[in-house]
Structure formats: C-alpha cells, structure tokens
C-alpha cells in the first residue's frame, strides 16, 4: 500500500522551532525527488521545498528560505522538514508529497501563535 504519513506538528511561539516528519511506505522511496506543501486557512496548497532523489539538491519558497530545512534519509524512507524563526503566517497543514506520485498524507498541523 502506497502510503505517506507526516507527524511532528503542534503549536509553537513565534520564533519557535519544529521539525515535521513523513514516513512513506510502498514505493521505491530513493526513486522519487519529495516535497513538502502547505495549505494555511483560507489559502492555496503552496510549495514550501523540495529535495532530489539523492538529497544532494533542494529548493525552497521565498517564504521559508534561510528559515526552512528540507532533508531525506533513503535508507529510512523518511523526509524531514526542520522549521526555524516561525512565524504566525507558517500556520498551515503541512503534507509531504513524491514529486510524480498522485498521493497526499493527511498532512500535520502547524499552529504559530502566541
């Protein structure tokens, strides 16, 4: 079963940090650049970042650069999202996503608010 599963959102203070996690499960995880998008309330699905199949190669919004750090480890299907200098606009879901596959998590919450 094809399967993406993020965790690791809550609520943080302004200029907090949180690191978001996704575990994926029934393909060939290495094969596939990952990405992580957000929908905050009332928002488009955004693109935050992305990271190549190796881990060698990442992108990001403007939103998040020099705040956000997009990860893999291949040998454990995972991919990280470390998230530094919050800020309330960072409120949203946010989903993990293989660049190419037609598969969503349910996505974790991330609440940036005093």
């Known amino acids: 079963q094809v399967q993406l599963v993020e965790s690791g959102g809550g609520l943080v203070q302004p200029g907090g940090s949180l690191r978001l996690s996704c575990a994926a499960s029934?393909?060939?995880?290495?094969?596939?650049?990952m990405r992580w998008y957000r929908q905050g309330p009332g928002k488009e699905r955004e693109l935050v970042a992305h990271i190549t199949t190796a881990g060698t190669g990442t992108t990001y919004a403007d939103s998040v650069k020099g705040r956000f750090t997009i990860s893999r480890d291949n040998a454990k299907n995972m991919v990280y999202l470390q998230m530094n200098t919050l800020k309330p606009d960072d409120t949203a879901v946010y989903y993990c996503?293989?660049?190419?596959?037609?598969?969503w998590g349910q996505g974790t919450q991330v609440t940036v608010s005093s």
């Open positions: 996503k293989a660049s190419g596959l037609v598969l």
């Open positions: 029934g393909f060939t995880f290495s094969r596939y650049a």
